[in-house]
Antibody, heavy 117, light 108 residues
Framework: QLQLQESGPGLVKPSETLSLTCTVS??????????WGWIRQPPGKGLEWIGS???????YYNPSLKSRVTISVDTSKNQFSLRLSSVTAADTAVYYC?????????WGQGTLVTVSS | EIVLTQSPDTLSLSPGERATLSCRAS???????LAWYQQRPGQTPRLLIY???SRATGIPDRFSASGSGTDFTLTISRLEPEDFAMYYC?????????FGGGTKVEIK
């Protein structure tokens, strides 16, 4: 059974960089079937796609976040990562990692990241 | 960028009733690449429907969906207590995915 688990700081200061890692078990990020990526959900609000990456490092980003987002993949560790720079309070959200096999069929449990000084 | 508009924002119904949710795309979706997700409070979203009308593994047959092009519908034939939740549509017809704003199905 494929499982995804997010890890990283739960508190980030304004103007700093948010960094999260997703560790995949029961499957491989090197699998050519799929993209892997990130989705976030501010408290009490809807879902927002952040971006996706495949095992060859091809990336796609939400245009509204593109200037601040970097997603990378490490096939040796079976992980992929998110970096979001210059964060503000508006970036406070639950961040989910997910597999994109077309739609998102597997999700991590999500991790709350709060942006506050 | 494709914009998805869901309606209504909130649907107030009783257990056993039928729920009909709408998702409209700003442009036609290639291959009808539209998915529906259910999110219960405090839980991770769960894939219900993909390809506009195919149920994901383990999804009960009271959930059905239809549509093509720009207009899509999710129907829950008889609401069970566990079906009261948020529902989101998502397109994956281009590499730049988007979600709709969601419809809340609440107990009347």
């Amino acid at each position: 059974q494929l499982q995804l688990q997010e890890s990283g700081p739960g508190l980030v200061k304004p103007s700093e960089t948010l960094s999260l890692t997703c560790t995949v078990s029961g499957g491989a990020v090197s699998d050519s079937c799929c993209f892997w990526g990130w989705i976030r959900q501010p408290p009490g609000k809807g879902l927002e796609w952040i971006g996706s990456i495949n095992s060859r490092g091809v990336t796609y980003y939400n245009p509204s976040l593109k200037s601040r987002v970097t997603i990378s993949v490490d096939t040796s560790k079976n992980q992929f990562s998110l970096r979001l720079s210059s964060v503000t309070a508006a970036d406070t959200a639950v961040y989910y990692c997910a597999r994109f096999r077309g739609p998102n069929d597997y999700w991590g449990q999500g991790t709350l990241v709060t942006v506050s000084s | 960028e494709i914009v998805l508009t869901q309606s209504p924002d909130t649907l107030s119904l009783s257990p056993g009733e039928r729920a009909t949710l709408s998702c409209r795309a700003s442009q036609s979706l290639r291959n009808n690449y539209l998915a529906w997700y259910q999110q219960r409070p405090g839980q991770t979203p769960r894939l219900l429907i993909y390809g506009a009308s195919s149920r994901a593994t383990g999804i009960p047959d009271r959930f059905s969906a239809s549509g093509s092009g720009t207009d899509f519908t999710l129907t829950i034939s008889r609401l069970e207590p566990e079906d009261f939740a948020m529902y989101y549509c998502q397109h994956y017809s281009s590499p730049l995915f988007t979600f709709g704003g969601g419809t809340k199905v609440e107990i009347k």
